[in-house]
């Protein structure tokens, strides 16, 4: 027993006594029985990552050889008997093909009777081998004999007669002697050559459990689609019907698929369904079948296809997905030009790597999504194609405010750019003005035509969530019959197409209170970025789009920006499927800036209004000065159009009369300038110049 060690601590008060403190020895520590340092030791080793590589790598190659010996069994079984026409009607008869199973058992039939003949014919194949044997062994040894009677005529010497017959027997007795010296080791080797024959087929085939195939196959990186690899896939998918139905087929499960082939980064595969299984059963397991052909969720889209009971797989090279699209045309070719009417928006690629475009032509568009995902981008592509056509005006509103549409500044005709309630005020009376624009359109002579009227209002979730209300307690958000941007969103939609007056929006993250039924399901263009949740893809495309496959949902935020699902008849849709996914080209602020100059240049010159002025006192010809902008001479048309933008409460009714009064008024009357009625910058300028100077005069008279 150990001794206790005394510690004396001294108190250093000075009145303290001193304290003894006894502290014992702290306990030894147990030692550890030699069998669990034993058993820690053979643990750590059978467990590391090298013994579990030996293992798997010993227990691969040993299944290699029992997996060819099972192919080798298979295909030998196929070649003696019928089994393979017997698995090839099955399958036909699966899948509903009644013709074909009887053309594989017609075919099984005449295997069978050609087997019988051949079955036949060898009941009498001993007594003619034996026959054979006899006449063949007369006929050598004659010939030999004749050669030797040769040999000897010509030689003058008779022993020469038995020479070639003697030659014979000495070489097959050397063939007996290669024969005993090789057979022992040949017994020997031979079950070796056979094991390593099989190990072989095994290998080449992958004859193994997956746990123990090598970790770059048992992960699937970059592994080819190949029919054997989708049959096992939708093999063990899960559903019991196609489950049976493939197990019945045999290796002959391929017949479902239609040819693989190569479409952009990835292939493509037709897949004939069972009888008995539904295309929605394969559709609602989208994420275990592209885990089975080892992909992931992203990688890999089902569609419905024209034929009945097929899905449509697209499955893209291991990825392929993560690599960035080439930058668009609009930047890259400084001489592109647009035609809204018959033109098509370059927009991106489609999954295949081929060009994505989208026509314009008096479709109101939809863009939504989560935040973050480039929505604002994919809206603003579209409207830098078509500014670059010369016809076409813009309103457009920017309820976030941070300037990613500041770039049109002197391109619209109105820019509203900010996320308060004012803003949202103002975006409403801009959308309200068009809607007077288009009332106006409606009812000119039949056979006018318009040019294209574009309001684009981004973020619009911020003006349907607005609690802002007017003067007569009318809400300018929500979605009701009183709400005034709702219902001029809503008129738009009703009747702008017809007269060239469309509806662009963007918002983000869609419910049924930020986007309204009835607003959203307006839309001919319907496209959504990453989303949340499956019913959030219906809001926004539709159900028939995700009906037909459509799962902007599947998309992985921030990694699958600027990737668009896209339901429209404007762009080109494969036959049979109700959507399109699009992985959009990328224009930044300075190339989006770069091509609105070009834009520019192609106009007259357009002031953009900031605001909407909604004060009573009025200027007409300030305003008529105001809405010409740069340009020397305007229609009186356009400023007509142009004053109602400014303001449709002051100028909303005026008439070419009206026009003509006020500049008669001020001196700058309208002129004629190739046949038609315009009005001078000049003169409205010097008009208004010589007015302040004589108003200036009369104050200082």
């Known amino acids: 027993m150990s001794e206790n060690v005394v510690h004396l601590y001294k108190d250093t008060t000075p009145a303290g006594p001193t304290v003894l403190t006894v502290v014992p020895d702290p306990a030894p520590p147990t030692p550890v029985p030699l069998w669990v340092r034993s058993g820690r030791a053979v643990k ?187 049959v096992k896939a939708l093999r063990d998918l899960g559903v019991p019907a196609l489950r049976n139905a493939i197990k019945e087929m045999g290796d002959a499960g391929a017949s479902m698929l239609g040819p693989i082939r190569i479409a952009g980064c990835g292939v493509e595969v037709d897949v004939t369904l069972p009888s008995g299984v539904s295309t929605n059963e394969v559709q609602g397991k989208r994420r275990k079948l592209a885990e089975n052909l080892s992909r992931h969720e992203h990688e890999m889209f089902i569609t419905i296809p024209t034929a009945a009971r097929t899905v449509r797989l697209w499955v893209a090279d291991s990825g392929a997905l993560d690599e960035p699209i080439g930058p668009s045309p609009l930047v890259t070719d400084e001489t592109m030009t647009a035609d809204y009417a018959k033109g098509r928006a370059p927009w991106g690629q489609d999954l295949r790597g081929d060009a994505a475009a989208l026509s314009l032509y008096q479709r ?74 288009m009332n106006r359109r409606i009812q000119a002579p039949p056979g006018t035509v318009f040019p294209p009227l574009i309001v684009v209002v981004d973020e619009a979730q911020v003006a349907f969530m607005c609690p802002a209300v007017d003067d007569d307690r009318r809400p300018y958000g929500g979605s009701k019959a009183t709400s005034r941007y709702f219902m001029a969103v809503r008129k738009i939609h009703n009747q702008g197409r017809a007269v060239n007056v469309l509806m662009w929006q963007g918002t983000q993250d869609p419910t049924d209170q930020n986007l309204p039924k ?100 009025r200027d007409p010809l300030a305003d008529i000065l105001a809405v010409l902008g740069d340009a020397s001479r305007v229609l009186t048309a356009d400023v007509l159009k142009r004053l109602t933008v400014l303001n449709a409460d002051a100028y909303g009714a005026w008439t070419p009369g009206d026009l003509k009064r006020v500049l008669e008024d001020a001196g700058a009357e309208p002129y004629k300038s190739d046949g038609r009625m315009v009005v001078g910058r000049d003169r409205v300028h010097r008009a208004l110049t010589n007015r302040n100077t004589e108003g200036s005069a009369s104050a200082d008279g």
């Open 44 to 230: 750590t080793a059978v467990t590391h990552e090298h013994t579990k590589t030996a293992a798997r790598t010993v227990a691969r190659h040993s299944l290699y050889v029992v997996g060819g010996a099972r192919i080798v069994g298979r295909r030998a079984w196929d070649g003696r008997t019928a089994a393979r026409y017997e698995r090839y009607m099955r399958t036909a008869e699966a899948a509903g093909n009644m013709e074909l199973a009887a053309e594989w058992e017609e075919r099984g039939q005449r295997y069978r009777d050609a087997r019988h003949r051949r079955r036949m014919d060898l009941l009498h194949s001993p007594l003619d081998a034996g026959k054979s044997a006899l006449v063949g062994t007369g006929m050598g040894i004659g010939g030999l004999v004749a050669l030797g009677i040769v040999m000897a005529i010509a030689t003058k010497d008779v022993s020469d007669v038995v020479t070639p017959l003697m030659a014979a027997v000495d070489f097959i007795n050397l063939l007996i002697t290669i024969v005993q010296v090789v057979w022992g080791p040949a017994v020997t080797l031979g079950p070796f050559l056979a094991l390593l024959a099989l190990w072989a087929v095994g290998s080449k085939q992958q004859a193994a459990p997956a746990w123990a195939l090598p970790a770059t196959v048992r992960n699937g990186d970059g592994e080819p689609i190949t029919p054997s690899i989708v």
């Open 364 to 437: 109101h568009l939809l863009i939504t999504g989560l935040s973050n995902q480039g929505k604002t981008v994919a809206l603003r592509s579209l409207a830098l194609w078509v500014a670059l056509d010369r016809s076409v005006q813009f309103l457009m509103g920017d309820l976030k405010g941070v300037g990613d549409w500041a770039m049109f500044d002197g391109l619209a005709s109105t820019l509203i750019q900010g996320p308060t309630d004012e803003h949202v005020i103002q975006v409403t009376e801009m959308v309200e003005s068009a809607v007077e624009e």
């Open 518 to 617: 009835l607003v959203r399901e307006g839309a001919h263009t319907r496209a959504s970025l990453a989303l949340g949740t499956e019913q959030q893809a219906r809001m926004a495309l539709g159900d028939k789009a995700v009906d037909g496959g459509a799962a902007p949902n599947m998309l992985r935020p921030g990694l699958d920006k600027g990737t668009l699902v896209v339901a429209s008849d404007g762009i080109k849709i494969p036959a049979g499927q109700a959507s399109i996914t699009v992985r959009t080209h990328y224009i930044d602020d300075d190339g989006a800036k770069a091509i609105t100059n070009r834009a520019k240049a192609l106009r007259d010159g357009v002031t953009t209004l900031h605001a909407i002025d909604r004060s009573e006192d």
